[in-house]
């Protein structure tokens, strides 16, 4: 018997990818073949990188992975992965909030698209940060600088000062 191909599809926002994404990537390729981070265009998301920024960062740090593509898409994430052929989409889940969020998402995807969900969960290290606690700490001037890669901090310190300078 052969054994089929499996292309996943990781949906988010990444603004920023954090150390927390990049460890989900990491044991996501362990399990499919291919992988496709989807960097998504949310309307009423108040982004501070546009979307083209976190696919450029997003695809410097995995510059050397293969099997791994970076793209943008808007509208409804299920289209996107009918799209592209997705056979998964991979979840990273850091709390049991975050479960009761993704569980039903996961069935609505699945009702909707027939498509489902496989769930990683956040090392132990990475269960607590996400983006948002990320911007928010490094815009009160707080040191993030471990809990993204050296690109992105770099990038995030450059944006809340010029963001700062405008103000």
Same mark, same amino acid.
């Given at each position: ?63 050397? &992975?293969? #099997?791994?593509?970076?793209?943008t898409f808007d509208g ?6 009918? #799209? ?9 889940? #850091? ?12 069935? &609505?995807? #699945? ?12 090392? $132990? ?35 809340? $000062? ?5 103000s």
């Amino acid at each position: 018997m052969q054994k089929k191909y499996v292309r996943a599809m990781f949906p988010g926002s990444f603004d920023p990818i954090t150390n927390g994404h990049l460890d989900v990537i990491g044991r996501g390729r362990l399990l499919f073949d291919e992988l496709i981070i989807a960097v998504g265009k949310s309307p009423i998301k108040n982004a501070l990188f546009a979307p083209e920024e976190r696919v450029e960062m997003i695809k410097e740090i995995l510059a050397d &992975t293969p #099997r791994v593509q970076v793209e943008t898409f808007d509208g409804l994430m299920v289209d996107f992965a009918r #799209r592209k052929k997705a056979d998964v989409i991979l979840r990273g889940i #850091r709390s049991l909030t975050d479960f009761q969020y993704e569980f039903s998402l996961a069935m &609505t995807n #699945r009702a909707v698209a027939g498509i489902d969900t496989v769930f990683i969960m956040a090392s $132990a290290e990475y269960g607590f940060t996400s983006s948002t606690l990320i911007r928010e700490v490094a815009s009160l001037g707080g040191d993030v600088s471990n809990l993204i890669p050296k690109i992105v901090y770099h990038r995030l310190m450059e944006r809340f $000062a010029k963001l700062k300078k405008n103000s």
